[in-house]
């Protein structure tokens, strides 16, 4: 369909994209939703710390059944198994350590309590800078715009 001159003028943003302009959007769109996910290793990164501060021993896979092991079981996410009528954790990281972290449910509990005050400190940490973006934003306005004269 092709708009005559006429209708352009009046219309000047009613064109049709191209399909390399659709794929270009497209692929843009991928680019941008996937940089803001957290790859493996900033995620072993960032919970392997809390782990250890909270009590989990670090069992390195040095050995081929510990590897195939470690191979077998859900990367990355905190999982647990009941033994002698307790339950048992692990954190299973073959992607920076290459090891499985293993603790009980004193550990557990020690990790959710981290994990729940570093949460807080994020979301402080995020309000603090939307504030402070607000007060920049609020500041310029005042220097943008002259003073009212009704005040003098």
Request: net charge neutral.
């Given at each position: 369909?092709?708009?005559?001159?006429?209708?352009?003028?009046?219309?000047?943003?009613?064109?049709r994209?191209?399909?390399?302009?659709?794929t270009?959007?497209?692929?843009?769109?991928i680019?941008?939703?996937?940089g803001?996910?957290?790859?493996?290793?900033?995620?072993a990164?960032?919970?392997?710390?809390?782990?250890?501060?909270?009590?989990?021993?670090?069992?390195?896979?040095?050995?081929?059944?510990r590897?195939?092991?470690?191979?077998?079981?859900?990367?990355?996410?905190?999982?647990?198994?009941?033994?002698?009528?307790?339950?048992h954790?692990?954190?299973?990281?073959?992607?920076?350590?290459?090891?499985?972290?293993?603790?009980?449910?004193a550990?557990?509990?020690?990790?959710e309590?981290?994990?729940?005050?570093?949460?807080?400190?994020?979301?402080?940490?995020?309000?603090?800078?939307?504030n402070?973006?607000?007060?920049?934003?609020e500041?310029?306005?005042?220097m943008?715009?002259?003073t009212?004269?009704?005040?003098?």
């Amino acid at each position: 369909m092709r708009l005559s001159l006429a209708a352009r003028a009046l219309c000047p943003y009613k064109v049709r994209m191209s399909k390399f302009g659709l794929t270009m959007l497209a692929a843009v769109s991928i680019v941008i939703v996937a940089g803001c996910a957290e790859t493996p290793v900033e995620r072993a990164k960032r919970i392997e710390p809390m782990l250890a501060a909270a009590g989990f021993h670090m069992h390195p896979a040095d050995t081929p059944a510990r590897q195939a092991q470690l191979k077998s079981v859900t990367p990355l996410k905190v999982r647990y198994y009941p033994h002698d009528g307790k339950l048992h954790y692990w954190f299973a990281d073959p992607v920076y350590c290459d090891c499985i972290f293993i603790g009980d449910e004193a550990a557990y509990d020690a990790y959710e309590r981290l994990r729940l005050q570093q949460r807080m400190v994020n979301q402080e940490q995020m309000a603090a800078a939307m504030n402070e973006d607000a007060a920049q934003q609020e500041q310029m306005n005042f220097m943008m715009w002259p003073t009212d004269p009704f005040f003098y």
